[in-house]
């Protein structure tokens, strides 16, 4: 696959769509918003008073302060590797991400109650999900930022993070499921422009390439970051495999939302990656 902007705003123009599509569903169309309250229900049901605190960390990371921070050191490794431009694209994403997600919540405002959150109804201005925007955003913007040979890497992580971060705000009630898909996909359509100008800027004046390097430890990243993940995963199964099986039928709602976020920032991450290494 060649380097050419057309393919970056094509997968802005997809993402745009895709916005418009979830928000169409999540406030018009009645058995997608029961399905939204189901899932939501679901990772509701799972927090525990010992489990909120750890919950309440990781949603924190996405914060505006460690968001800052986060994105300043992915705009110093670009400058490191003196991608200006890229640096330049990494700030505008991360600002515009934010600035977007901020102006469309009071915008879009939309009731949703549901009689079950009883008193913790979810704010009206809530699509798409801040926290959600803020974690796909710097997880696209790290694959910009570092060499190639890690990019592979950082598109793990950052799904990884990204994930949790989705999962913790869903478990302590901030949004509903289609807030976090909103929040993805705004992050991926301003890191999908971003991705076009770079490129463009490439083809008008070139940069001279980074000579290709094998690390393996870059190699096995990737590998072993989804192990540690699914041994995590497996080992908590383990610990109580029939209150899982019981929890698994009572909610099927909610495996199949958990599944499909997981898979959009898998999606997300992963073509980041591989369209960030393609050939010029």
Known sequence: MARTPRIALLAALACAAGLLVTL?????????????????????DLNRPRLTPLLSH????????????????????????????????????????AVTTEWLKPLLSHPRPQEWLGDGQIAAASWPSGHATAAM?????????????????????????????????????????????????????????????IWRLDELYPVTAEPPRRSPL????????VGAALIGALLIAADRPR???EYAQEHPAFLLGAATI??????????ASAVTTARR
């Open 218 to 225: 870059a190699e096995h990243a990737p590998r072993i970051l």
């Open 58 to 97: 990781i949603a924190h990371l996405a914060n505006p302060v460690p968001y800052g921070l986060i994105g300043l050191a992915l705009v110093v490794i670009a400058l490191a590797r003196h991608r200006g431009r890229v640096a330049i694209a990494i700030a505008v994403v991360l600002i515009c991400s």
């Open 24 to 44: 169409v569903l999540a406030y018009f169309s009645p058995p997608f918003v029961g399905r939204d309250a189901a899932t939501l229900q679901g990772f509701i």
């Open 137 to 197: 955003s710097l997880a696209l913007c790290s694959v910009l930022a570092v060499p190639a040979r890690w990019r592979p890497a950082a598109a793990t992580a950052g799904g990884l993070f990204s994930l949790a971060v989705a999962y913790a705000i869903l478990a302590l009630g901030w949004h509903f499921p289609s807030d976090v898909i909103g929040g993805f996909l705004v992050a991926a359509l301003w890191a999908a422009l971003g991705v076009a100008a």
């Open 243 to 245: 209150a899982i099986a």
């Open 262 to 271: 997981a898979a959009l920032a898998a999606i997300l991450t992963a073509a």
